[in-house]
């Protein structure tokens, strides 16, 4: 998944385009100081924006063009 490819919402049918990827430095929340990494997809669909994180990008959405 990558910046230009078009992908559709499983739940609302629409298509959209990916338009922005996030990247954020969250704590795992141990006391020992490690964090995970965490993607989110912006998607432009129409007249509205739907973020989507990387674990739940597949039950939300499928990619039906990828840019090249």
Not at 1 to 21: E, P, Q, Y
């Amino acid at each position: 998944m990558k910046i230009g490819d078009m992908v559709r919402l499983k739940k609302s049918g629409s298509i959209g385009l990916i338009v922005d990827k996030f990247r954020r430095c969250v704590p795992d929340g141990n006391p020992n100081g490690d964090f995970n990494i965490v993607h989110t997809w912006q998607v432009q669909c129409a007249n509205s924006v739907v973020n989507i994180r990387q674990r739940d990008f597949f039950k939300v959405a499928e990619i039906i063009y990828e840019d090249r």
